[in-house]
């Protein structure tokens, strides 16, 4: 069965310091792949998305992610993080050719001052 | 352009009532979905709507949650009756289609008691 994996739960980093959230996905196919951030009390915003071509996606905010087949993982990485990016992560998946959607369990990511 | 609007916002309801979410996507969008998310969890597809059609309602539990998609416009998610653990965000999404870019509401909160 298709499935998203994010193995962390929760996450502290130092402000400034650099960031790698990481996702596993299971599928047969190249999927699309996304990551969408949740402030709490807010809905889910997307940061970033991989459909095709280049494996290295730019994001808002500053995020990045890169898609590697190989591992069947799609990290999301920023090289200096703020306090506001305080959130919960979530790496979603598209399964089947139909748009459905699939989201992981999240990791909640603190940042210590 | 304005966004997928939600309402309710909150609503606590005793078990066994009955709770309806109304859904109003972004205009123009063929795709609607509908997600719920316990807290702690990332957010699990409920139903799918392509125009007014279902793609897929496979997690709906469709002994009391019932859902219909007007026109293929607007959307309303019921829940007759409520059980404790039906206690989450009612998460609407909406994409125009073609490629999933799913733009999410608000959400609407139950806490059924």
């Known amino acids: 069965a298709q499935s998203v994996t994010q193995p962390d739960i929760h996450i502290t980093v130092s402000e400034g310091a650099s960031l790698e959230l990481r996702c596993n996905y299971s599928y047969g196919a190249t999927p699309y792949l996304f990551w969408y951030v949740q402030s709490p009390g807010q809905g889910l915003q997307l940061l970033l998305k991989y459909f095709s071509g280049d494996t290295l996606v730019q994001g808002i905010k500053g995020f990045e992610a890169e898609f590697k087949r190989s591992q069947s993982s799609f990290n999301l990485r920023k090289p200096s993080v703020h306090w506001s990016d305080a959130a919960e992560y979530f790496c979603a998946v598209e399964v089947g050719r139909d748009d459905k959607i699939i989201f992981g369990k999240g990791t909640r990511l603190h940042i210590l001052p | 352009e304005a966004g997928v609007a939600q309402s309710p916002r909150y609503k606590i309801i005793e078990k066994r009532q009955s709770v309806a979410f109304w859904c109003n996507p972004i205009?123009?969008?063929?795709?609607l979905y509908w997600y719920q998310q316990i807290l702690g969890q990332g957010p699990k597809l409920l139903i799918q709507?392509?125009?007014?059609?279902?793609?897929?309602d496979s997690q709906l539990p469709k002994d009391r949650f019932s859902a219909e998609r007007l026109k293929g416009v607007d959307s309303t998610l019921k829940i007759q009756p409520a059980k404790l653990e039906d206690s989450a965000v009612y998460l609407c999404?909406?994409?125009?289609?073609?490629?999933?870019?799913?733009?999410f509401g608000e959400g609407s909160w139950l806490t059924v008691v």
């Open positions: 205009s123009g969008h063929a795709t």
């Open positions: 999404a909406s994409s125009p289609g073609l490629a999933p870019f799913l733009h």
């Open positions: 709507f392509q125009n007014n059609g279902v793609v897929d």
